[in-house]
């Protein structure tokens, strides 16, 4: 697809021409979907709804079949797109597109490419993938719109947010005893002093630099690191992340009006401040973020391993004696260990609000009652009996599920997990002798023999361990997408509206918050 936007400064108004490619570098189906959206530009009106269907169709997981939910979701007649899209006349439409597209002067080099005001040059193309909002805004001055003089709340988050949320936070969570982690909050900003006076000019406006100065200010005081990072993701995971600090506070346990204090006070601007002469001091010099230092040393190798598997790259520099969460065969239930720390946590993480989870925390034991007395045998030995009573007593007294989620996590990270419940209760801040009574006492028992029943009455019934259900259905297919990438599978049960979270821009522009 390219966009090209002209500006008609006398009418403040957007012209957006949008050409849709026919290529078939991607195969027919990019065909049908440029034949798509190509009847789209001849029929769907005014420019606002044209572009509400065009990104309605991108942001599905399928846009071969996103058609049609789409057209009913802006009000646009899909009988009309449909019947246009697989006749003659969107054949004819999409012709034409590329008339125009191969007679283009300069030539087309790579897509998308970006005229402004009937130019393209390198300059164009970087500031408008940059941050098209801020340079039309610049474009339009000396009488700019009010929009462009008051803070977005919506960030592109696709470098710094993704790297946070899928590398980062996961990977601290399972190897924080390994780990130190040192984050600078400025990124591609800019400080000024004049007359003692600090401001700062920040890659996607004002807003992103509050919430610079609020992540600045929770480096210093939000500890320790787990609930620093559980803060920042919490808000990289909001809508608004400018509107996310309070409620944020709040669900991590920190206390807000020092947070706020410092973030809106002379504080937080000398700390950012800080944080720029650090950015700015980087050697190599930072060119994009996120912009990654593995003891001390950065350069396109470690940035690379680091942003697409920062737990294994972790692991291999733990050699020669890793932590055992970074083997592939740990005790008492491998296969569960790993669902359960690479997919359901930090899926569960990104995703809270729309799912519900239900642990049942038996697997492939039996239960075995003579005389009233209830005694179990696990495929993983006592042990795993165990903690197996001791999970299964948490699903029972730890809420919320995030805690919940945290609390077993931290057991499945221990080298024994059977020792973990006290050290990891304490951790995450619930009560132990609540959960050493019930699982060493009949109260355990019982919870893990009702917790076997629902196991052995499983439609199909269990054959391999872990056993996923979503919305109550279980096949191979589910099981497979469950295990293999949690989160996008969540992702696309969540269509046609999925949270914000969901949205991931799959080319290589990297604009971000931080």
Same mark, same amino acid.
């Given at each position: ?19 849709? %490619?026919?290529? @078939? ?9 440029? $034949? ?38 802006? /009000?646009?007649? #899909?009988?009309? *797109? ?10 004819? @439409?999409?012709?034409?597109? /590329? ?6 002067? =300069?030539?087309?080099?790579? &897509? ?13 193309? $970087? ?15 000396? $009488?700019? =719109?009010?929009?462009?003089? !008051?803070? +977005?709340?919506?960030?592109?988050? +696709? ?64 500890? =320790? ?30 206390? #807000? ?60 520099? @733990? ?7 970074? +083997? ?26 729309? @799912?519900?989870?239900? *642990? ?8 075995? &009652? ?21 999970? !299964? ?11 919940? *989620? ?8 221990? $080298? ?15 009560? #132990? ?24 009455? %499983?439609?199909?019934?269990?054959? +391999? ?27 696309? *049960? ?11 821009? =799959? ?8």
């Amino acid at each position: 697809m390219r966009l090209r936007i002209t500006w008609k400064r006398a009418v403040r108004r957007d012209d957006v021409d949008i050409r849709p %490619l026919r290529d @078939l570098k991607h195969g027919p189906d990019e065909c049908y979907i440029n $034949e798509v959206q190509t009847c789209a530009v001849q029929y769907v009106h005014p420019t606002r709804k044209l572009l509400d269907f065009v990104a309605c169709m991108l942001s599905h997981n399928d846009p071969t079949k996103a058609g049609e939910p789409c057209a009913q979701k802006v /009000g646009t007649d #899909w009988g009309v *797109l449909n019947r246009c899209s697989t006749g003659p006349e969107g054949t004819e @439409l999409l012709y034409e597109m /590329g008339l125009r597209t191969r007679g283009h002067q =300069p030539p087309i080099k790579y &897509v998308p490419w970006i005229e402004v005001n009937g130019m393209h040059n390198v300059t164009i193309q $970087e500031r408008a993938q940059d941050d098209l909002f801020g340079f039309v805004c610049e474009l339009l001055e000396p $009488e700019t =719109p009010r929009i462009c003089k !008051t803070p +977005s709340p919506y960030y592109c988050f +696709s470098g710094h947010h993704d790297f946070f949320l899928d590398q980062l936070w996961p990977t601290y969570g399972k190897l924080e005893e390994h780990l130190h982690v040192d984050l600078v909050p400025f990124g591609k900003a800019h400080a000024n002093v004049v007359n003692g006076t600090i401001t700062f000019k920040c890659q996607h406006g004002p807003g992103e630099c509050y919430v610079n100065e609020v992540q600045t200010c929770a480096v210093k005081y939000v500890h =320790p690191t787990r609930k620093l990072l559980d803060f920042v993701a919490c808000m990289f995971r909001q809508e608004d992340p400018t509107k996310a600090g309070q409620p944020c506070a709040e669900k991590v346990g920190t206390y #807000w009006p020092v947070l706020d204090k410092c973030s809106t006070g002379p504080e937080g601007t000398q700390l950012l401040f800080e944080m720029g002469k650090r950015t700015h001091a980087l050697k190599p010099p930072m060119e994009s973020v996120p912009y990654v230092q593995i003891n001390g040393v950065h350069n396109d190798t470690t940035e690379n391993l680091a942003e697409h598997d920062l737990f294994h790259f972790v692991c291999k520099l @733990l050699q020669p004696e890793p932590p055992r969460v970074c +083997s592939k065969e740990p005790s008492l239930c491998p296969d569960c260990h790993d669902i359960f720390l690479d997919q359901l946590w930090p899926t569960y993480g990104k995703l809270e609000e729309h @799912l519900h989870v239900d *642990l049942v925390p038996f697997g492939k034991a039996h239960a075995n &009652v003579v005389n009233g007395t209830i005694t179990f045998k696990c495929q993983h030995g006592p042990g795993e009996c165990y903690v197996n009573e001791v999970q !299964t007593c948490a699903v029972k007294y730890v809420h919320p599920t995030r805690k919940l *989620l945290d609390f077993v996590a931290c057991m499945f990270r221990q $080298e024994d997990p059977t020792k973990a419940g006290q050290p990891c209760a304490e951790k995450v801040g619930t009560y #132990w002798p609540v959960l050493d009574k019930c699982s060493t006492g009949p109260e355990g028992t019982q919870l893990l023999f009702e917790m076997g029943k629902r196991t052995h009455a %499983l439609k199909p019934p269990m054959e +391999s361990v872990p056993y996923v259900q979503v919305n109550g259905v279980h096949n191979d297919t589910t099981e497979s997408l469950a295990e293999h990438d949690l989160f996008h599978f969540a992702c696309k *049960l969540l269509q046609p509206e999925p949270p914000r979270v969901c949205s991931k821009n =799959p080319g290589s522009v990297r604009c971000f918050p931080n």
